[in-house]
């Protein structure tokens, strides 16, 4: 009907073109219990996952997680949580070997319940 129309991209397409993807907006936490954290961002276009790494902001490993983009925007951090310790989150949008740039938040996780019984 529309000769002049082109079809739209697979994502494989958009994989194999080298197109790299924005960087997600709006990181942040939405919810910090007692030894986990979750964190959410707005989805970029095009993005087949999402790589999330955080480490202790005074050193440690950094630990790296991969959030399917089809299924989530969003992903609940345990492991290697250390309490009352800042740590940096990175969070980059992935389509094919392309990165994009790092959204990039900062936070303080809580004291342990029982801390003050230790003291």
């Given at each position: ?92 949008a992935v389509i ?16 342990e319940i029982n ?5």
């Open positions: 009907i529309f000769p002049d129309t082109l079809a739209a991209a697979s994502l494989d397409d958009i994989a194999t073109s080298g197109y790299r993807p924005k960087k997600p907006k709006d990181v942040k936490i939405v919810d910090s219990s007692q030894g986990q954290i979750e964190v959410s961002w707005t989805p970029s276009k095009c993005a087949s996952m999402y790589d999330v790494t955080y480490q202790q902001v005074t050193g440690g490993e950094a630990i790296s997680k991969q959030v399917q983009a089809l299924h989530e925007n969003s992903i609940l951090l345990v492991d290697g949580l250390v309490s009352c310790s800042e740590f940096e989150i990175r969070v980059s094919g070997d392309e990165y994009s740039d790092e959204a990039v938040l900062s936070f303080t996780t809580a004291p801390a003050a019984q230790r003291l």
